[in-house]
């Protein structure tokens, strides 16, 4: 069972530019990780796009649906940034696919120290084989249903919604 | 719902000593990772013995087994030495426990640049809340049944057991 | 012989603002990476300020001054931002201080796997001890004097000033 | 002025064997630090031996001091295991070779993240061009001469030899 691993981009993926001195988009750091985390379920890394999840757009969503649904995979991991998460999940969501999606993200890019993205990635990767189908996000070690989830922006973390 | 961390030792909390030059103990790692990865699951950490697998004699078994019973959580994620990551799997299997309990471990330190501890806990700790009962071993980015599992020590990875 | 290292910010000690998303200041890690690269030389740290090196002013750089005239310390290490390193040392070096002191920073954040900071604390820390007084700048593993330098900005090295 | 760095092995240089569980020696992590650290001194790397100093012999230290010998470079940068630095550093004083030779090490492998390797390195660097012809040990921050220190073993840390 191959899962693919679609990115988008995101803070996850964010690389510092020293002679700018900023945080901006240069390769994905996925293939590095998957090798040193000793992940032995095969995988198919598709680069979507490179962007902050504030800059995506109807059609930035759209191209993610549409790499779902050419798919072979039944099981799909989307790497995504943590602003819009979960506009991306309800445009899949409603999208009624018969597949197991998971997005996920990280609130510290991988190349800090400190970063919680290595630690998503695998609670993403564990959650696409044992979920049925449908669209969900894996973030802070817990799994939510795409139309049960929003990012509390002061505390940076993602919550239940509340009904 | 809370989950059980219980720490057993093995290399995802190995420690290294300046003075003598290898590798020991000295304390878990879990609450610091916990914290960093931003993991909002109400999590109680257990530190039951901090022991290299090889080093694990039934009696150590044992006392494992005897925390998962006495556990008030039903759902618990057990850190372990790889090398004998499988007996230790066999003892609680055995005990029927009307628990999900999930063994994990590192093939490389948490204290070194390119460890898998961090992405296994993420594995352990999504397969936990997903699972119903049984005990399962979580590595290499795979959930697999305790009586399924063996630890290929050549490649270093876990494998489902044949035949 | 006690070295007092003047902490004014730049890259060297930016921190990640995860809520914000970017790279800001909050404390300085001086202090951490003093303690783990074991140097058993008698510090003073005076935090001095926290700036990126493009917003300061020339009352930032008379504020280096002013503690560098004071300090007791005739050995003075100062981290800060490279893009107006220059520009500061300059104006130290014109006071003709009766002290020797080594302007260093970072091109990559102390906070990322693969930052210069430590290394060029090092080189900071070393070259203060063996040097006549006098202003420097310790970068790229170089130590020029400060009207003998300027930073290429495109390939983000310092090198020597020609002319 | 190209500096020449001999690798003899050491904590330094230490790698984590997965399989084995264990530190060993396989490649030199050097070139890798040298880049990440954007070092622009011209340097030339000589594998000379990848091993623990306690095993190192009499016959190990002559292959330095003949490396030493055999270089055109006038300054030599050598990494070494810290348990009998001491002892090769005086092989090569006794030696009264005309060059600037600096021993560096590390008391905690360069591949743990909170490792003294980088930092004495650039401590290393620095001072191996700013000294006159003779062999030096830098070690937590300072610079010894090489009849002049020893190292204390219960805490780790290199100290002025008294008497």
Chains 1, 2, 3, 4 share one sequence.
């Not at 996925?30 to 757009?57: A, G, W």
């Amino acid at each position: 069972m191959t899962i693919r691993i679609i990115i988008t981009g995101g803070t996850f993926d964010k690389h510092y530019d020293e002679i700018r001195g900023s945080l901006t988009f240069k390769d994905s750091h996925l293939p590095e990780i998957l090798k040193f985390v000793r992940c032995t379920v095969p995988i198919e890394v598709e680069l979507n796009q490179l962007i902050d999840s504030l800059d995506m757009h109807t059609s930035n969503r759209l191209r993610v649906l549409e790499s779902c649904r050419r798919a072979s995979e039944e099981r799909i991991v989307i790497t995504h940034g943590t602003d819009t998460m979960v506009e991306t999940a309800a445009v899949l969501g409603e999208a009624g696919l018969a597949k197991t999606v998971i997005l996920t993200g990280a609130m510290v890019p991988y190349i800090f120290n400190n970063s919680d993205a290595v630690f998503n990635l695998g609670c993403a990767l564990t959650a696409v084989q044992l979920l049925p189908h449908g669209v969900y996000i894996a973030m802070n070690g817990r799994v939510f249903g795409w139309d049960r989830v929003h990012k509390n922006r002061e505390l940076g973390v993602f919550e239940e919604k509340r009904g």
